[in-house]
């Protein structure tokens, strides 16, 4: 029972790590009864912390949005697409087909990231780059949309030429000012569930109108069609120049 709300959870392959078993293991996804929104965390370290994606989960469950949970295999270091100068010894981040099918099995998905913009930019690069899903970037660091079009991100409000797209999946939207390893504040809770509300009933709105256009005989449909587009035409035709 979260809340009000009776939500069925699918719990992990394993036990927890530190004291209490508090931090999820790496490799492991929580899933919730209905694959709405995934949140994504990356491995947990010394100086990787997991603890504020709990939360978000929790919070985002009272609000009766169905949140699983991801735990990366590999969420440490940086992806290969970073840039070279700047990359030093460390691990390679990077998702295994595993990881690609259990995200693109939900409807959108949360990436927790940390503080250092370029790690931020370029982890949702690769993350979306594998996964054709909408995305909700949350982090530390104040990012925006053109952040992430320059290195060939695809976003909701800023899109990168075409022949530099680089990604499947779409960022729709940034909540930053959230802290890793420190107490997520009821404010930006409250602004991830605006955000993922807004999402998904836009979806269901779109997902309902396909549903009806399906059931229209196609007679009809092509009528419709044919009648837009004439309407498009016209409107193009009354168009004036001032040059």
Do not use: W
């Amino acid at each position: 029972m979260i809340g009000r709300t009776t939500q069925v959870v699918d719990c992990r392959e394993s036990m927890g790590l530190a004291k209490g078993g508090g931090l999820a293991q790496r490799g492991t996804l929580s899933e919730a009864s209905r694959p709405d929104v995934i949140a994504i965390a990356m491995s947990p370290g010394r100086r990787h912390i997991t603890k504020p994606v709990c939360e978000i989960t929790y919070g985002l469950r009272r609000e009766g949005v169905q949140t699983s949970v991801l735990v990366l295999e590999a969420g440490a270091g940086v992806p290969e697409s970073f840039p070279s100068a700047s990359k030093g010894f460390g691990p390679t981040f990077g998702l295994s087909p595993k990881e690609i099918e259990q995200i693109e099995r939900h409807k959108i998905a949360v990436i927790h990231l940390g503080n250092i913009r370029s790690h931020v930019v370029y982890k949702a690069k690769d993350v979306l780059a594998l996964a054709e899903v909408p995305a909700v970037v949350v982090c530390q660091s104040p990012v925006d949309f053109e952040d992430f079009a320059k290195v060939g991100v695809k976003t909701r409000l800023v899109m990168p030429p075409r022949n530099k797209i680089e990604t499947l999946g779409t960022i729709v939207d940034i909540v930053y000012g959230v802290t890793r390893g420190a107490t997520c504040q009821r404010t930006k809770l409250n602004q991830m569930a605006k955000v993922l509300n807004h999402h998904l009933a836009r979806m269901e709105r779109e997902e309902k109108k396909r549903r009806e256009e399906e059931e229209i005989p196609e007679a009809e449909r092509k009528a419709r069609a044919k009648k837009r587009a004439e309407e498009a035409k016209a409107e193009g035709g009354m168009s004036t120049s001032f040059f």
